[in-house]
């Protein structure tokens, strides 16, 4: 059994494009991102310098027996607070035994790259944890990777009083066709949008930025 090693954000990135290209391409087969369809996803394996689908059933084992679970992607278009048009691909586990698993996939003719009928991918979010065993993973944050910033509410929600700013859990589930998105406004906008700033100052600074030449070497480079 091969040893698994951790991905580098770079890797990370392109298996992530990788992803959601993946999701976009068959899409189209379906009626394209206004139609929101829900693809079967395969896993992806590193070929050079990418990243390409491994031909299966789109069952995938967990470490516990008996055990599957499906991925699943949809496209989404939302528009930014600038204005600006934005793709987004969103996906989620589906979790069940492998028998129910297998009939599921019988039963709709389920292959890698189809669109799984009458339903559609919604984010839920909560000020309680989904997972007690590692609340943490649900946890939105601002940003990605190590540059991330919690996402908080403070004040009242749902009839209970938030003093303290509470982190704001959120998860992507699968859904019957009409179900919406449940949204939690985060109230630390001033802190997001001062880390935010301080990241592109960052990015931006003498020593991040490269040199046109040093552009043009670049792209000469396997």
């Given at each position: 059994m091969a040893t698994q090693t951790q991905m580098t954000q770079a890797q990370r990135?392109?298996?992530?494009?990788?992803?959601?290209?993946?999701v976009l391409q068959n899409a189209k087969r379906f009626g394209g991102v206004k139609a929101r369809p829900v693809i079967l996803l395969p896993r992806f394996e590193e070929d050079g310098d990418e990243f390409v689908p491994v031909e299966n059933t789109g069952m995938r084992a967990t470490k516990k027996d008996g055990l599957?679970?499906?991925?699943?992607?949809?496209?989404?278009?939302?528009i930014s607070s600038n204005g600006t048009p934005e793709v987004k691909v969103i996906k989620t586990n589906v979790f069940n035994d492998d028998?129910?698993?297998?009939?599921?996939v019988e039963a709709y003719d389920l292959?890698?790259?189809?669109?799984?009928?009458?339903?559609?991918?919604?984010?839920?979010e909560s000020l309680t944890p989904f997972s007690k065993s590692n609340p943490q993973q649900d946890m939105k944050y601002a940003g990605s990777g190590n540059d991330a910033l919690p996402c908080t509410f403070?004040?009242?929600?749902k009839g209970i009083t938030y003093d303290?700013?509470?982190?704001?859990y959120r998860r992507v589930k699968l859904a019957n066709i009409g179900a919406t998105n449940t949204l939690i406004q985060h109230t630390n906008v001033a802190d997001i949008q001062a880390f935010a700033s301080a990241q592109w100052a960052n990015m931006n600074?003498?020593?991040?930025?490269?040199?046109t030449a040093e552009v043009k070497a670049g792209r000469g480079k396997k």
């Open positions: 990135d392109a298996v992530n494009h990788a992803i959601d290209m993946y599957s679970y499906l991925r699943f992607g949809m496209p989404v278009v939302s028998a129910k698993l297998e009939l599921l292959t890698i790259g189809s669109c799984m009928p009458d339903s559609v991918l919604v984010i839920e403070t004040g009242e929600h303290n700013p509470a982190p704001i600074t003498k020593s991040n930025v490269k040199t």
